[in-house]
């Protein structure tokens, strides 16, 4: 416990600042972050089954999830019909793929390969084109989402470890509380509090923008979480992986970001 306790202190001092320096950055800089952090994602998402004999296509899953991740660089135009019909070719060639690899679970295979873009390069990849919006229109939304994602995960493990009691989702994650999960939204709702009342980052939000930013870190965001919970108790896992030390895995790290980032991008744009 001392020594996990050690890794995640390290990766919570160094990975932080680094972070917001990358995000400061901007351009390619941020982008091979956020690239690499997608791919290792993915590669925890492949591996989770494994123990369950499941064996999604790692090559044409990240093979995707780069695509996806070029299409957000270079903020490429696409048409509806071009859309469906790259889906369709891609998930074909997953299926004429998986018949030639000759493994068990033939649909469930195909099906995880093709989730896992949609689960991580599509949802988390989302923060490239956020911060060049960012760029763009002189703003700091990368920055507020992210700052309302981290205080969320740590009030709400404070607000649990001190006052929780009542379960929330206790066949997911045994232990995560009401109480800390209500801790985590208030945190998420100061961050956006002081972006307003402060007028950081040139956002302009609204109290209405404030709320909604606000359920999506603090409400939507832990969802992300939870859900990485069910999926790693049903692979009967404790962690993703180990990259990160104590961490776990990249995608351990990152299961709130996957459901917050793409859905404050989203609101933004149309808000």
């Not at 232990?175 to 009342?197: D, E, N, P």
């Not at 992986?241 to 991008?265: C, E, K, N, Q, T």
């Amino acid at each position: 416990m001392a020594e996990k306790g050690k890794g995640r202190t390290l990766i919570n001092f160094i990975g932080i600042p680094a972070i917001l320096a990358l995000i400061w950055a901007g351009g390619v800089y941020f982008a091979l972050f956020i690239g690499i952090a997608v791919l290792l994602a993915m590669n925890d998402f492949y591996n989770l089954y494994a123990g369950k004999g499941y064996f999604p296509s790692k090559i044409l899953g990240m093979g995707g999830g780069i695509l996806v991740l070029i299409f957000y660089n270079f903020n490429l135009e696409i048409s509806s019909p071009e859309l469906i019909g790259s889906i369709l070719v891609f998930t074909f060639l997953t299926m004429f793929s998986e018949l030639f690899r000759k493994r068990d679970h033939f649909l469930e295979n195909v099906t995880m390969t093709l989730f896992g873009i949609l689960y991580i390069s599509v949802s988390l990849g989302s923060l490239i084109p956020m911060r060049e919006a960012d760029t763009a229109n002189g703003t700091l939304l990368t920055s507020a989402v992210i700052l309302a994602v981290w205080f969320c995960d740590s009030a709400a493990m404070g607000a649990g470890m001190l006052w929780g009691k009542t379960k929330i989702v206790p066949w997911a994650s045994p232990k995560k509380s009401v109480q800390g999960s209500l801790g985590g939204l208030a945190a998420s709702f100061c961050v956006y509090t002081i972006f307003k009342s402060g007028n950081i980052g040139g956002l302009a939000l609204s109290w209405t923008d404030v709320a909604v930013l606000s359920l999506i870190a603090g409400f939507l965001g832990q969802i992300g979480d939870f859900m990485e919970s069910w999926m790693k108790r049903q692979a009967g896992v404790k962690d993703s992986g180990s990259f990160l030390m104590g961490h776990g895995g990249v995608l351990d790290r990152f299961d709130s970001m996957i459901f917050a980032a793409p859905l404050s991008y989203v609101y933004f744009l149309i808000r």
